[in-house]
């Protein structure tokens, strides 16, 4: 029948003939995020960089109708960085460029040029629950930004997990990695450049980390962008109630919606903003054309 309003000054009812809910998912509600992937290891030690509204306030209100729900998982990214998050631009630097990914023996674990949703879900099931992103080189290969690498991690160092040194010893050192297998990781790697070998992708590898510093090390963690679990709908793109039936007047879309789209793996980039989209035009034009029969 429509939605009660709250802000500083009053609480006031809009009411409404139809109601569209679009208010996101619920990445930013620790407690149910926690819950609804409790199979995932080390799953509270993945972050969010999604907005902060998404706390999946439409489920609480909408409890006393009955709704079913579907789905399960989440949208996974490489290379967002704790704790600096939205407070600086440089955030998710890791996630463009050439870097070598280590865990926290020193260990190279994952093909660095895959896909990025499967190589951060390796990443998460690492003991420690986040890698250490390994380069060299005022200007890495392939690094992107309007700061030079020097300025962002000299910027971010002192906030923690993000490290730079003269030496790979010293790097080493500041971030507690085992040197021997560092070296090897990156003896390895750079084996892999120099003969010419491409990605998944079939780029060509790029040597990440040199003979000559200055030596960077990044500490990232698995961050979440989209929340799956969600209303069931029908093809109309009404809310379904536990017993498969429309709940009357009511309507969702968007990133409340992902679980009738995606079990658990994410297709491809964009995907979910385009079923928004979908979603979203054909949930209004359903809206109306009940209007117009009365």
Known sequence: TGVKVETPESVYTVHAKKVILSTGGFARNRELFEKQNSYY???????????????????EFCEPLDPAYTGYGFIIMNGCVEPYGFESPQGSFPSGGMYLWVNQQGERFVDEGGYY?????????????YCWAICSGDEPEGFYGDMSMADIVA???PLGGAFMADTLEDLAEKAGLDLANLKVSIEEDAERAKSGAVDAFGYDILQAVTDSGPYFAI????SVICTMYGFKLDDRFHVVNTSEEPIENLFAVGELTMGNYFFQEYVATSSAVACGVYGGSIAAEEAISELLEG
């Open 41 to 59: 290891k080390n799953i509270d030690k993945v972050w969010t960089y999604t907005a902060p509204g998404t706390t999946g306030d439409a489920f």
């Open 117 to 129: 949703y499967q190589k951060t879900f390796d990443v998460a099931e690492l003991e420690e629950g």
């Open 155 to 157: 910027d971010l160092e």
């Open 219 to 222: 500490k990232t963690y698995p």
